[in-house]
C-alpha cells in the first residue's frame, strides 16, 4: 500500500484496508478487474498478491463498499474464496462499509438545540 499523499477523492478518516482470498481456479482475468477497480472513484490502492491469491484494497468506504468490488469480480468470473475465515471477513467488512457510509452522511445533533422536526413553543 502506498504511504505518499491519498488521492483527492479519498478521506483518510474514511479509509479502510481489505484483503479478500481468491480462487486459484478462477484468475484468468484478474488483470483485467484490478484494472477496471483501480478506475473507481475513491479507491487509493489495489494490488494482488499471486502467492497467497489475496487481493488487498484500500478505500474510501464512504464511497465505495466490498459489495462493489464483489461485483467486478463476479463480473471477471473471478470467485472469492469458499473458506470460512473469507466469508466471516466480508460480513465485518460489509457492516464497517455500511456503518462508515451511515456515519459520513449522519448530521451531528446537540442536547442544547432543538431536535430535528421539533420547534419551539412561542408564547
Known amino acids: 500500500m502506498r504511504n505518499s499523499e491519498k488521492p483527492p477523492d479519498v478521506s483518510a478518516v474514511n479509509l479502510v484496508v ?3 482470498k481468491l480462487e486459484s481456479s478462477h484468475l484468468a482475468n484478474i488483470e483485467d478487474a484490478i484494472a477496471e477497480i483501480s478506475q ?7 494490488s494482488f498478491d499471486t502467492d497467497s491469491l ?15 468490488i464483489e461485483e467486478i469480480l463476479e463480473r471477471r468470473a473471478i ?6 475465515w473469507t466469508r466471516f471477513k466480508e460480513g465485518y467488512y460489509r457492516f464497517v462499509d455500511q456503518n462508515v457510509k451511515d456515519n459520513a452522511t449522519h448530521e451531528p445533533w446537540s442536547c442544547h438545540r432543538v431536535p430535528p422536526g421539533k420547534e419551539k413553543n412561542k408564547k
Open 54 to 68: 489475496v487481493l488487498n484494497l484500500a478505500y474510501d468506504a464512504s464511497r465505495i463498499s466490498i459489495d462493489g
Open 18 to 20: 481489505r484483503h479478500l
Open 79 to 84: 470467485k472469492v474464496s469458499h473458506d470460512w
Open 40 to 46: 473507481l472513484f475513491g479507491l487509493d490502492d489495489v
